[in-house]
């Protein structure tokens, strides 16, 4: 329960529209509730509560939020939500043709405002579930075979040839939880709090902050729950001292390696958050801009919202256009000390 809450709480901040109609938000001291994707300023996250709809959260008291209008949705939304219902309850795969058919919408239409809303086209949409499909099965330990044909892969090879991308590993791998995964890490005493790092044998896989040390471990221990997890200080120095040196307000250039699993998208748009000087911020249309794609902000802010390596991929140095901080994994307070830091400093 903890979980679902908590990617509740990371898709808010994230301001992500798929998840538009699925839930709502309501924050306590302000009585008001909105839909995921809503513009306004972000709550704390210990002033929100959430709710399966509009009526649930109306029944508990709040009242819609005149900026977002959760009650409503636009005729485009609906398309983009029929598509989705269309494609979640669908045993097959589903062409852009027939799906064009099913909502009432051209398919060049339908495939603009499905990348506009969502930042997948129908097809992207439907892999990233058949590969979920297959992540399931595999928790419940089917073998790959059983759990590629029920998700409806034609091939073992189709699924393979995605799997690094999407697992982040081969589905046998996958299968047993990440079994023969060395991951080291240390955890250190920061002005943000307590800071894990975390590396394979390949480079930095995790950089998290939290209030405390038990917590931290036992969400890596969870993310990673069959590796092999080494605490050790002395060995994660070459990684923690730079990204120290860097939050104490050493002018540090942090050029570690990486061991992350990402996208081709999430990729190009962390690739640029390096390149934002330190001092600086970018907001998140002209880091869209910056990566060639003008309309993909909300795909840009949620990749931003799922960096795994905070600060050595600056992702606290995006803001919105009009200089609102917003969202930050790791709480807007800590976004707000980063950038006060970095500015003085600089």
């Known amino acids: 329960m903890q979980t679902e809450l908590q990617n509740k709480w990371q898709q808010v901040l994230a ?14 001291t302000t009585g008001v509730f909105c839909r995921p994707s809503c513009p306004s300023r972000r709550p704390r996250r210990d002033s929100v509560e959430f709710f399966a709809g509009p009526r649930e959260a109306e029944r508990a008291g709040y009242r819609a939020c005149l900026r977002c209008k959760p009650t409503q949705i636009s005729e ?24 064009s058919k099913k909502v009432g919408l051209s398919p ?3 495939q603009r405002l499905s990348k506009r809303a969502t930042g997948l086209s129908p097809r992207e949409y439907q892999s990233a579930r058949r590969m979920q499909h297959v992540k399931n099965g595999l928790r419940k330990g089917e073998d790959v ?7 409806g892969f034609g091939s073992p090879s189709r699924l393979y040839e995605n799997s690094n991308q999407q697992l982040g590993m081969t ?36 950089v998290r902050f939290g209030d405390s040390a038990v917590g931290l471990e036992r969400d890596l221990q969870e993310e990673f ?22 939050l104490n307000g050493g002018n540090t250039i942090i050029d570690l390696p990486l061991d992350v ?9 962390w690739e640029t958050l390096c390149e934002i000087p330190r001092g600086e911020t970018r907001s998140y249309s002209e880091v869209a801009s910056e990566i060639g794609d003008p309309r993909a902000v909300r795909a840009v802010a949620r990749a931003c919202a799922s960096n795994p390596v905070a600060i050595a991929v600056p992702c606290h140095r995006v803001v919105r256009r009009d200089g609102d901080l917003a969202g930050y994994r ?10 006060a830091g970095e500015q003085h400093n600089s």
């Open 171 to 206: 589905p046998g791998a996958y299968r047993r939880g990440g079994a023969g995964t060395t991951i080291t890490f240390a955890i250190a005493p920061t002005p943000l709090g307590r800071m894990l790092v975390a590396a394979t044998e390949r480079g930095l896989c995790a």
């Open 330 to 339: 790791w709480g807007v307070e800590r976004k707000k000390k980063l950038l």
């Open 225 to 246: 729950h069959a590796a092999d997890l080494h605490h050790d200080d002395a060995a994660m120095g070459r990684y923690v001292e730079p990204l120290l040196a860097s």
């Open 76 to 99: 485009q939304a609906q398309y983009v939500l029929r598509a989705r219902q269309v494609l979640d309850n669908a045993e097959g795969i589903v062409t852009l043709a027939q799906l």
């Open 261 to 269: 699993r990402a996208t081709a998208f999430q990729k190009k748009v």
């Open 145 to 151: 075979t059983t759990a590629l044909y029920d998700a």
């Open 108 to 110: 060049f239409h339908l």
């Open 15 to 28: 301001r992500d529209a798929r998840q538009d109609g699925r839930f709502v938000f309501a924050v306590r």
